[in-house]
């Protein structure tokens, strides 16, 4: 009886050292909004292989505005891919709570854009360029991961008003002329949201847009019938 009395004391010393041992370890609670832990800011890399175009509705009726989509390969946590990328962007030691997949770029930078329109009915010599009158509007991440994740609240102009899901911590806004494009804004851009803006004026009459963008060291076209205005 003694003996079994003094086993049922050692195996509860135990049991109460095992506890005490569990309780100075950190317990990990799932945050209530959905978010996780991340060690980078970026969630997800598109490397591209292709460009479409289509219009886009925006309360500018004085602008066309062309949404550029991309076609290509995701790259998400956990692949060689993406952390090679995170790695050569410096986007390593963010460290904070984030939505999983919030922050999408495009795995390299958009180094020039040519824009060339053939109006309807125009002669072979009728295709003219232009850049000149285009802007390329998005959302780059880039500026803020090469500042150390300071976000330096830029605001958005109001010809980029309808990227409003953009703004918001970590995004800077991108609308340059596509003949003066500065690559440190075309670098790590929000690639669900590239768009063209062109005045309406120009494509009144109806024709062919085409489309050039070089990405790294890959350039892709694309071409998109445009009907006149009413």
């Known amino acids: 009886m003694k003996k079994t009395t003094r086993l049922l004391l050692a195996a509860g010393v135990l049991l109460l050292a095992a506890g005490c041992k569990d309780s100075d370890e950190p317990t990990v609670v799932p945050p209530p ?3 996780q832990f991340s060690e980078t800011f970026i969630q997800q890399y598109l490397a591209p292989s292709g460009i479409e175009l289509s219009a886009r509705t925006i309360n500018d ?6 949404h550029v989509r991309f076609d290509g390969e995701l790259y998400t946590p956990g692949s060689e891919q993406f952390a090679t990328l995170s790695e050569a962007y410096g986007d390593t030691s963010y460290n904070n709570p984030l939505v999983p997949f919030s922050n999408l770029a495009l795995a390299e930078t958009i180094r020039a854009v040519s824009v060339r329109w053939t109006p ?4 072979a010599d009728g295709t003219r360029t232009l850049d000149a009158v285009t802007h390329i509007g ?6 803020f991961i090469r ?3 300071r976000d330096d609240a830029e605001a958005f102009p109001d010809a980029l008003s309808f990227l409003g899901c953009y703004q918001q911590y970590g995004h800077k806004p991108v609308y340059e002329p596509v003949g003066e494009l500065d690559i440190d804004d ?5 690639y669900e949201d590239c768009n063209l803006l062109l005045p309406a004026a120009e494509l009144a009459s109806g024709g062919t847009l085409e489309v050039g963008l070089t990405v790294g060291t890959h350039t892709f076209t694309a071409t998109l019938a445009l009907s006149p205005a009413k």
């Not at 075309?186 to 929000?190: D, K, N, P, Q, R």
């Open 61 to 66: 009726p004085s602008t066309t505005c062309i």
């Open 186 to 190: 075309t670098t790590l851009i929000a």
């Open 138 to 143: 998005t959302a780059s991440l880039y500026t």
């Open 120 to 123: 309807l009915g125009a002669a």
């Open 33 to 35: 909004d959905g978010t």
């Open 147 to 149: 500042n150390g994740y």
